[in-house]
């Protein structure tokens, strides 16, 4: 099988180094780990999510264990505005799904990246089995640290996982250095507010990107999460 990998494997091991050592994400790791060790050894899970989550209409072949909708990651794909034949990266890319779909729709390269080896396994199969063997390459890292070079991608998505960035202006900042001037980062993830009885609710705020600000699903417009994206591609 021909991987000619964009990854720079030096910096590639940093993370990984970084990963192991990681405290607090050790344990998430380990959680997602057991997640994507156990899901692939369970039909009844995968019916489950199937009918309760990804809906009739969402490919199978490119399932996630997000709550991301067909209508979102076509919205996703539409937001970055890739053009055909790009680079793009998927953040925190589990299991590969969605990052796999954009990739083969837009006849784009992929990076995936995730600190759970586990998940990252099984990207590499579904790659395999979705006809992107050699357009798809999948490397351990974390939001802060990528291991991938400077201006590397054209865009990078992320689904349901910038909640458990520890820091979150790092993982916009390496986001920023690895897109080159002009691309987006589009991603959603899970939010948490108080409302007005102390109750702490979450909810999964949809579709950010450079230009939009999107207000929790079912917060009643109590959203504080907002993020800008400078010109000169940082995050504020
Ligand atoms: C809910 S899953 C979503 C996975 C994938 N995006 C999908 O839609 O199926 C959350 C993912 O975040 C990853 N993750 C946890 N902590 C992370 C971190 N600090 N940096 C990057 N990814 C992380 C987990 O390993 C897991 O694969």
């Known amino acids: ?15 990984d180094t970084s990963v192991v050592q990681g405290g607090a994400i050790d344990v998430v790791v380990q959680g997602y780990d057991d997640v994507y060790a156990a899901i692939s050894k369970s039909a009844t ?8 989550v990804l809906g009739d209409d969402y490919p199978m072949d490119f399932a996630h264990i997000s709550f991301l909708t067909l209508i979102e990651l076509q919205e996703m794909r539409q937001r970055l ?19 796999l779909w954009i990739a083969k729709v837009m006849d784009a390269t992929l990076v995936g990246v995730d600190p759970s080896a586990i998940g990252l396994t099984h990207a590499r199969t579904r790659a395999d089995s979705v006809g992107m063997a050699n357009k798809a390459w ?27 960035a520890p820091d979150k202006r790092a ?13 987006r ?12 009885t ?18 929790p699903v079912g917060s009643g417009g109590s959203s504080t999460d907002a993020f800008t994206w400078s010109a000169a591609g940082g995050a504020a």
Do not use: H
Not at 1 to 15: F, G, L, Q
Not at 138 to 164: E, H
């Open 1 to 15: 099988m021909d991987r000619s990998n964009p990854i720079d494997e030096t910096s590639a091991a940093a993370a």
């Open 45 to 52: 899970f995968s019916l489950i999510w199937q009918r309760q």
């Open 81 to 99: 505005a890739l053009r055909q034949g790009a680079a793009l990266v998927d953040l925190a890319c589990g299991a590969g799904g969605p990052g």
């Open 138 to 164: 999948f490397t351990q890292g974390t939001f802060a640290m990528t291991g991938l070079a400077d201006a590397a991608a054209d865009g990078a998505i992320s689904v349901d996982a910038f909640q458990y």
């Open 171 to 183: 993982g916009l900042k390496e986001a920023a250095r690895i897109l080159r001037l002009g691309g």
């Open 185 to 196: 980062l589009v991603f959603t993830f899970r939010s948490w507010w108080v409302d007005s």
């Open 198 to 215: 102390g109750r702490r609710n979450t909810s999964t705020v949809r579709s950010c990107d450079g230009n939009t600000q999107t207000a």
